[in-house]
């Protein structure tokens, strides 16, 4: 009996440790979204082996571009759409965002705040009608844009567009 107490607390304590080694502390997801985060750990954190820590980082309005710029080429898409869904990022960073092979992180470009015309113009003939969805609903989009996605072959995208156009008169 007491045998199988003690290795029922090794297994606890082993499981504590793992967790702890291989899972980011809640201190420091905190710190990694925290407006008072170091320079050195907000690097630390976004090239850390843990996508959460990453995600984090990418969240963070306060995370300086060259970061951001680093996070956008990330292999996980959620990183990519964090950083996509920063208000702070960059138009020169939204462009690469834009060529994301991640239908859902260029859904979310072409209705950032701060997209441009030019990534609106191109996001309008993506192969996805989502997209091309938000490029028509989107204030910024050019009257010739939506001109051009009246003719999209999907019904939603060509209502919103001339909802858009009308709006406009």
């Not at 297994?11 to 504590?16: P, R």
């Not at 898409?77 to 950083?83: L, N, Q």
Request: aromatic share 2%; glycine share 0%; with cysteine.
């Amino acid at each position: 009996m007491l045998q199988d107490v003690l290795q029922n607390r090794v297994i606890v304590f082993v499981c504590a440790v793992l967790c702890t080694c291989c899972s980011p502390s809640q201190k420091n997801l905190d710190e990694a979204r925290s407006d008072n985060v170091s320079q050195q750990n907000m690097t630390n954190y976004a090239q850390s082996d843990d996508p959460l820590l990453r995600v984090a980082t990418a969240e963070n309005t306060n995370t300086p571009s060259e970061i951001l710029a680093q996070l956008a080429k990330d292999e996980d898409e959620e990183v990519r759409r964090a950083v996509a869904e920063n208000p702070n990022t960059s138009i020169e960073i939204l462009g690469v965002l834009a060529q994301d092979k991640n239908q859902l992180v260029r859904d979310i470009v072409a209705s950032h705040e701060s997209v441009s015309v030019e990534i609106l113009t191109v996001l309008a003939a993506d192969s996805k009608w989502e997209v091309r969805l938000s490029v028509a609903v989107n204030n910024k989009t050019s009257v010739t844009t939506l001109q051009k996605l009246i003719q999209d072959e999907n019904e939603e995208v060509k209502n919103a567009a001339a909802k858009n156009l009308e709006m406009r008169k």
